[in-house]
């Protein structure tokens, strides 16, 4: 299952905060957690990005997020998680649903 996570890191946590934790989880080998494929993990020079990953359940996609806020509460000013579906994928269910309901 894909799923696509937008989120903005706290601006009130120093570089040097955020740069431990992220060095806690990823050369522990904790992150990505069990049952989750990281396929985009990206940033932006205002610190806010998104993660787009491959997960067996919505619970593993959880286990990311928590993990991060587990090692350093506040680590996120906010987040947001949804399932999502290629653009190509889109098309093609709209393409057939305006099919079923044309042909009603």
């Known amino acids: 299952m894909l799923f696509v996570t937008y989120w903005e890191l706290n601006e009130g946590m120093s570089s040097v905060e955020i740069l431990q934790i992220t060095q806690k989880l990823t050369s522990s080998g904790l992150f990505p957690p069990k049952n989750v494929n990281i396929l985009r993990w990206d940033i932006t020079a205002d610190n806010w ?56």
């Open 49 to 104: 990005g998104v993660l787009i990953a491959e997960a067996a359940t919505a619970s593993d996609m959880a286990n990311i997020l928590n993990m991060w806020r587990g090692a350093g509460a506040g680590f996120f000013k906010s987040t947001k998680t949804s399932p999502a579906q290629t653009a190509d994928e889109a098309i093609a269910n709209t393409v057939e649903l305006l099919r079923v309901l044309g042909s009603s």
